[in-house]
């Protein structure tokens, strides 16, 4: 945990390639802290992490280059929030950094020229349906028990969540609607506030036994 309670999470913005300005410019309006990540290092003590979109071929390859597959890998199995999205959903999937239990399927709406906007319920978010950007989105093609569909496109999941790990297949930085940020953001508070490991608490505890 990077702050006391009550402070800003700090969310870690994957920055090798891709849309990781738009989502720290989210995160700022939504008074959570952010820091670009490039290196392993930049993996200290954050509270979350987001996984912009971008093209997934060229980041997988600034993953593998900058040896940051098992940090990222270690930091969400270690419980900490992450929202993949678009070619960052990808990285999630079982071929790329195998976080969920789930296959994407590249370019699937479509090549560039098929981006488009749509209005999408997505189960977890109150309100009106969400306004979601394309741009060239992958689905999910298969998926695991594990792995809640939140929302579907045309019968095709494009959202999903396992467990504090959730993918959509759109841009939600690209919208004017925090919702989506706000999911991470909400699951980072409730491991704050308990769930998840605490290592002052876990010190009293032990100290107590
Ligand atoms: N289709 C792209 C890819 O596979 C992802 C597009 C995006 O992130 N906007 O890399």
Do not use: K
Not at 5 to 19: D, F, K, M
Not at 22 to 51: M, P, Y
Not at 113 to 139: C, K, M, N, Q, Y
Not at 143 to 151: E, I, K, Q, T
């Amino acid at each position: 945990m990077a702050g006391s309670a009550g402070a800003a999470p700090l969310i870690g913005v994957l920055a090798l390639q891709g849309g990781f300005d738009a989502h720290q410019r989210r995160l700022a309006r939504l008074g959570a802290d952010s820091r670009r990540v490039r290196t392993g290092r930049d993996l200290e003590e954050l509270d979350g992490l987001i996984l912009p979109g971008g093209e997934s071929t060229t980041m997988s390859l600034g993953i593998e280059r900058e040896g940051l597959a098992d940090p990222l890998r270690d930091l969400a199995r270690a419980g900490v929030p992450v929202l993949g999205t678009c070619a960052g959903l990808i990285m999630l999937d079982r071929d790329h950094l195998d976080l969920m239990d789930l296959r994407a399927q590249r370019n699937a709406f479509g090549t560039q020229l098929e981006s488009f906007e749509a209005d999408l319920a997505l189960e977890g978010v109150e309100g009106a349906p969400l306004h979601a950007v394309f741009i060239r989105a992958p689905w999910i093609a298969e998926y695991g028990p594990d792995v809640r569909v939140l929302a579907a496109m045309d019968g095709h999941p494009v959202a999903a969540r396992q467990g504090d790990l959730l993918a959509v297949a759109f841009h939600p930085e690209l919208s004017d609607d925090d919702r989506v940020h706000r999911l991470l953001l909400d699951a980072i508070a409730a491991r704050r506030d308990g769930g998840g490991p605490d290592p002052d608490r876990d010190r009293a505890e032990r100290a107590q036994a």
